[in-house]
């Protein structure tokens, strides 16, 4: 069995569903990606069973099709041995890669088996082409880049790189960076890192500017982006280095996944094709008919603020139709921007979304009171509703109309997919020689796969009286391959004589070489494949002992945070600026205390940006804390002998991953802040403890995102070129639906994170940890003024040194008792 090789341009399909899956294949999808049962990124979607894998790749690979297995999450200590499982499986199964996010994963996957492919994940906020060589040694088959990534840069990446990339081209857009959203865990303990995100951002919130509420009118969806399509871009995209394009939607219908690969396929096709390619407007609505929060380039075009979300809505209208003219007594008059027909469904929006609103099915169209049949492409119309689907009353002159759905389309789009028929054929060749008293011996080449079968005759040939077997003849018998996946492209035939066989035994070799060809078309793949005897770490567990000389580190986002830690008993400092140019005060105060100090990366690392991360070895500091895979290699290629600290957002959740760092020349690291406390004390049994750093104070950090909401509402402009920069003169708050404002913070590269208005506190859970000798403890501040600065860390002082319990730390600060995202359970002996 050859393995199916990448297509030099990829088209990949979401799968949720079997349906989607045959949608997918129907209409030209070069590869599909679906989950296992939980252990993805889309756990709501019905996924498939592991039992199911053969089945599914037989299917995928009789198409010619590729089957990617999404296992796009972090894995917890007690699941590894849960996962080396499923990964086993699909290697036995032939699957055609894993998307993974977790580098532990990774890890694991490298020692079960030296070939078999890995794809980078979103979720591993890759952004810079020093991220991809960070990954080289793990040989990845394609990564994924964040969505952030604009064309220009794309270019740079693909330019420097011989590994391909991934986009996504079309879908729903998180506006956070994959990876680095806590928002579901900290408001609802539901990790968006482990699959269950509850669209955070697709919530209302109040704008808070320098303490008062901005008035917004109907602008409550201040983090709701709209949806990407970027089918106008598939030229560019594939100029800039891409070759995967990805369709988000696994939790879309089938219906959705027809429409959109088909139209994918064409855009990507009529480029290879040497045409120019626009898609129409019919092309758009109808994308827009199957999902859409309203389209965008996303960042793919550049920064443009203003485009990337509507802000009045989080859900998905349809085709706008128009507003509402006027309200007649058993219809309502519209001047219509977009076909319409009887049967439509539409929703009336009066702006006020998170409201019950006025929607139904079209019952008629009239002109004038004339009943009009057929469908109406513009121009003034009455819509008559359903007469038990809309309440004419709630209805007002000037709501938007929106078309939710067209029933001839879904069902135009179904019948692609719906009725099992040879969706694609594929080209054979097919050889046939012989001679009087030998068998007739025939060579088929599937041209796809490269496949080739020799089929015999089981009888011998014999000289012809009439009707000798001609080229002809031939031709028209092993060619009658209807009802199969096959067509007869090309035939030669060398029989040195005139020559006769049945009929029968013609179609004989022919159903046999058909069966054979797609056996060996769906037969697995044989991947290499190591035995491994345990997948936790294999150290040698030292008797940990108690911590003595536990150090407590101060992580100050001021220069008076800064001063005011350096003035007490604090071991270490950590300055997390947002802008990165007074990092040199900050080192110069901690040395006038004889402090030592470490200087925190952004978060992203994207093209351009290593100025940044020279500045901060410029500025001469004790230690650096790495936020990214990109700053990790670029101070290894620098030769930095500087201590590298790994901190929560390189979302190291196993054992194997904080191997992985410490072979990658990590000091130590800080864990994801997705393990409960549970899971930390699970992880913290096979690792070295003298290398782990604990937050134990901190206001976690929920959304990061390339989105400035200061750009986009206290701005006329569209990015930091022409802002007027707002975010230096006010400070922007986002208040929730229950009244908790969270502070909006911008970093040097304009990116915005959004931090839980509440600190929290793992302060309950010190004891426990200075038992599992960890040494190493993290305060970090937000807004605090000095004072409060010195108190937060004389209390955590206390609680380390065993002369305050952890209980009343957090009961005196008024915090949150929780440590990470979720508290989970411990118990203490």
């Given at each position: 069995m050859n393995r199916i090789k990448r297509n030099t341009i990829e088209l990949l399909a979401p799968a949720g569903n079997w349906d989607c899956i045959r949608a997918a294949v129907a209409n030209g999808a070069d590869a599909v990606y679906f989950g296992i049962e939980n252990y993805n990124a889309r756990v709501r979607a019905e996924n498939f069973h592991i039992d199911e894998l053969p089945e599914i790749m037989a299917y995928l690979h009789k198409y010619h099709v590729q089957g990617y297995v999404t296992l796009n999450i972090l894995i917890f200590e007690k699941e590894m041995n849960e996962a080396s499982k499923i990964v086993e499986a699909c290697i036995d199964a032939g699957v055609d890669g894993l998307i993974v996010q977790d580098m532990g994963l990774?890890?694991?996957?490298?020692?079960?088996?030296?070939?078999?492919?890995?794809?980078?994940?979103?979720?591993?906020?890759?952004?810079?082409?020093?991220?991809?060589?960070?990954?080289?040694?793990?040989?990845?088959?394609?990564?994924?880049?964040?969505?952030e990534n604009n064309l220009k840069q794309i270019r740079m990446i693909a330019d420097q790189t011989d590994v391909p990339l991934e986009v996504f081209v079309h879908g729903a857009l998180c506006v956070s960076y994959s990876g680095q959203c806590l928002t579901s865990e900290m408001l609802?303990?539901?990790?968006?890192?482990?699959?269950?995100?509850?669209?955070?951002?697709?919530?209302?919130?109040?704008?808070?500017?320098?303490?008062?509420?901005?008035?917004?009118?109907?602008?409550?969806?201040?983090?709701?982006?709209?949806?990407?399509?970027?089918?106008?871009?598939?030229?560019?995209?594939?100029?800039?280095?891409?070759?995967?394009?990805?369709?988000?939607?696994?939790?879309?219908?089938?219906?959705?996944?027809?429409?959109?690969?088909?139209?994918?396929?064409k855009a990507i096709d009529e480029y290879l094709a040497g045409r120019n390619y626009k898609?129409?407007?019919?092309?758009?609505?109808?994308?827009?008919?199957?999902?859409?929060?309203?389209?965008?380039?996303?960042?793919?075009?550049?920064?443009?603020?203003?485009?990337?979300?509507?802000?009045?809505?989080?859900?998905?209208?349809?085709?706008?139709?128009?507003?509402?003219?006027?309200?007649?007594?058993?219809?309502?008059?519209?001047?219509?921007?977009?076909p319409l027909k009887r049967g439509d469904g539409i929703v009336f929006d009066a702006g006020r979304p998170e409201e019950k609103e006025e929607g139904g099915r079209v019952y008629d169209l009239r002109k004038k009171g004339k009943k009009i049949d057929g469908e109406v492409k513009q121009g003034l119309v009455e819509i008559v509703p359903g007469r038990h689907d809309i309440n004419l009353t709630k209805v007002h002159v000037g709501d938007k109309i929106w078309k939710t759905s067209d029933q001839e389309l879904e069902k135009r789009l179904r019948k692609t997919f719906e009725t099992e028929k040879a969706f694609r054929l594929f080209p054979?060749?097919?050889?046939?020689?012989?001679?009087?008293?030998?068998?007739?011996?025939?060579?088929?080449?599937?041209?796809?796969?490269?496949?080739?079968?020799?089929?015999?005759?089981?009888?011998?040939?014999?000289?012809?009286?009439?009707?000798?077997?001609?080229?002809?003849?031939?031709?028209?018998?092993?060619?009658?391959?209807?009802?199969?996946?096959?067509?007869?492209?090309?035939?030669?035939?060398?029989?040195?004589?005139?020559?006769?066989?049945?009929?029968?035994?013609?179609?004989?070799?022919?159903?046999?070489?058909?069966?054979?060809?797609?056996?060996?078309?769906?037969?697995?793949y044989r991947y290499q494949k190591n035995q491994v005897e345990t997948i936790n770490s294999t150290r040698k567990q030292s008797k940990k002992e108690q911590s003595l000389y536990p150090?407590?580190?101060?992580?100050?986002?001021?220069?008076?945070?800064?001063?005011?830690?350096?003035?007490?008993?604090?071991?270490?400092?950590?300055?997390?600026?947002?802008?990165?140019?007074?990092?040199?005060?900050?080192?110069?105060?901690?040395?006038?205390?004889?402090?030592?100090?470490?200087?925190?990366?952004?978060?992203?690392?994207?093209?351009?940006?290593?100025?940044?991360?020279?500045?901060?070895?410029?500025?001469?500091?004790?230690?650096?804390?790495?936020?990214?895979?990109?700053?990790?290699?670029?101070?290894?290629?620098?030769?930095?002998?500087?201590?590298?600290?790994?901190?929560?957002?390189?979302?190291?959740a196993n054992s194997k991953a904080v191997d992985l760092f410490l072979e990658r020349g990590l000091s130590r690291i800080t864990p994801s802040y997705d393990l409960n406390i549970q899971q930390m004390f699970d992880l913290l049994e096979h690792v070295p403890e003298e290398?782990?750093?604990?937050?134990?104070?901190?206001?976690?950090?929920?959304?990061?995102?390339?989105?400035?909401?200061?750009?986009?509402?206290?701005?006329?402009?569209?990015?930091?070129?022409?802002?007027?920069?707002?975010?230096?003169?006010?400070?922007?708050?986002?208040q929730d639906r229950i009244g908790m404002i969270h502070p909006v913070r911008v970093d040097i590269g304009c990116r915005n994170t959004v931090y839980n208005a509440i600190e929290q506190s793992g302060a309950e859970y010190i004891a426990n940890?200075?038992?599992?000798?960890?040494?190493?403890?993290?305060?970090?501040?937000?807004?605090?003024?000095?004072?409060?600065?010195?108190?937060?860390?004389?209390?955590?002082?206390e609680a380390l040194e065993g002369k305050r319990t952890g209980t009343s730390v957090w009961k005196t600060?008024?915090?949150?008792?929780?440590?990470?995202?979720?508290?989970?359970?411990?118990?203490?002996?």
């Open positions: 990774v890890k694991m996957i490298r020692d079960i088996s030296p070939d078999f492919p890995i794809h980078g994940s979103t979720q591993m906020t890759v952004t810079s082409s020093e991220a991809v060589e960070f990954l080289k040694p793990y040989n990845l088959e394609v990564i994924v880049l964040g969505r609802g303990g539901r990790s968006a890192n482990r699959g269950e995100c509850a669209q955070a951002c697709r919530l209302p919130y109040d704008l808070i500017v320098d303490g008062e509420v901005k008035e917004m009118g109907n602008l409550a969806y201040v983090l709701s982006p709209k949806d990407l399509a970027a089918l106008e871009l598939i030229p560019e995209l594939i100029e800039s280095g891409v070759t995967t394009f990805k369709i988000e939607g696994r939790l879309k219908s089938p219906e959705y996944v027809a429409n959109v690969v088909s139209k994918y396929r898609p129409s407007k019919e092309e758009i609505r109808e994308l827009q008919q199957s999902f859409s929060r309203g389209f965008t380039f996303g960042f793919l075009k550049g920064t443009n603020h203003k485009q990337l979300l509507d802000g009045t809505f989080p859900k998905s209208r349809g085709v706008y139709l128009g507003t509402v003219k006027k309200v007649l007594k058993d219809a309502v008059l519209c001047e219509i921007e977009a054979l060749g097919v050889s046939v020689t012989g001679s009087v008293g030998e068998p007739l011996k025939t060579v088929w080449h599937d041209e796809v796969t490269n496949n080739y079968v020799t089929i015999e005759s089981t009888v011998n040939l014999e000289k012809a009286i009439k009707r000798p077997l001609t080229k002809e003849y031939l031709e028209e018998q092993l060619g009658r391959l209807g009802g199969t996946i096959f067509e007869l492209s090309q035939i030669e035939v060398d029989l040195k004589e005139d020559v006769i066989i049945p009929v029968k035994e013609l179609n004989r070799i022919r159903r046999e070489a058909v069966d054979k060809l797609l056996l060996l078309r769906q037969t697995p150090s407590l580190i101060s992580l100050c986002r001021s220069l008076e945070q800064i001063e005011a830690s350096c003035q007490t008993d604090v071991d270490f400092i950590y300055a997390d600026f947002e802008f990165t140019t007074d990092y040199p005060k900050a080192v110069q105060i901690a040395r006038a205390y004889q402090k030592p100090i470490a200087l925190a990366t952004p978060r992203i690392h994207m093209p351009g940006e290593n100025g940044i991360l020279h500045g901060i070895i410029k500025a001469s500091p004790d230690a650096i804390l790495v936020r990214n895979l990109g700053a990790i290699y670029y101070y290894q290629q620098q030769n930095v002998t500087l201590p590298l600290i790994g901190d929560f957002s390189l979302n190291i290398k782990i750093e604990i937050v134990i104070h901190q206001h976690l950090p929920m959304f990061h995102t390339e989105h400035c909401v200061y750009c986009t509402f206290l701005s006329e402009g569209t990015d930091f070129t022409n802002c007027g920069r707002p975010c230096e003169k006010h400070r922007i708050s986002l940890f200075l038992n599992a000798g960890i040494s190493h403890y993290r305060i970090e501040f937000l807004e605090e003024d000095a004072k409060k600065v010195q108190e937060v860390i004389q209390l955590y002082r600060l008024k915090a949150t008792n929780q440590l990470g995202v979720t508290r989970g359970q411990l118990i203490k002996k």
